[in-house]
């Protein structure tokens, strides 16, 4: 009963969008057709809400010897929304004044991934062209930009009550990269 809530998994809205898209010919001829024809544009879109997560004491107030102990919340409303600027959300992400470590001989009273961390967006693009060198052997050239428009995705604040970055965000997932290749096919 004491570990009962959402799972560390939950995503309750989570939309994915992949299509792959078959670029137009030209009329072009000679050269500039094989450069400029036959692409394929591929392109994968991520939205999702962010995951749940537990309030950590920090400490082994329980005298479990697991240190797993949950904070204590005192009441009220801790989340203060992720539709802020950045630089606030970085700063303080939840009410770190909700929570306070656990009493003595306790396991915390907060509730089990009572906090969702910050949502998720991206976009993944790639340009291909296979150029046949032979009628067997081709070349598959790529160019791939992951997080293409170089959005900000934060990972989750810091959960332990007795740390100094309690509340902080202090990591976010990768920035745009941009990747190129050459595949032989045979």
């Known amino acids: 009963r004491f570990d009962y809530g959402v799972s560390r998994e ?18 072009a001829g000679g050269v500039l057709r094989q450069v400029v024809n036959d692409w394929m544009l591929n392109t994968i879109v991520s939205w999702q809400s962010g995951f749940p997560f537990s309030i950590a004491s920090g400490r082994d107030n329980s005298f479990t010897g697991i240190n797993r102990d949950r904070a204590d919340f005192v009441g009220g409303n801790a989340d203060l929304g992720s539709d802020r600027p950045h630089g606030e959300m970085v700063a303080s992400y939840f009410d770190i004044s909700k929570f ?67 509340g902080r965000i202090t990591s976010a997932l990768d920035p745009r990269i941009l990747q190129f290749g050459l595949k032989l096919l045979f």
């Open 10 to 27: 939950d995503v309750p809205h989570n939309l994915k969008v992949s299509n792959v898209w078959q670029l137009p010919n030209t009329g």
């Open 100 to 166: 306070v470590p656990n009493a003595i001989g306790t396991f915390g009273n907060s509730g089990k991934n009572m906090l969702r961390g910050p949502k998720y967006f991206n976009t993944d693009v790639a340009l291909v062209k296979v150029l046949n060198v032979t009628n067997r052997i081709g070349l598959q050239v790529r160019a791939e930009f992951f997080n293409i428009f170089n959005n900000v995705n934060f990972n989750a604040p810091n959960n332990n009550v007795s740390s100094a970055q309690f």
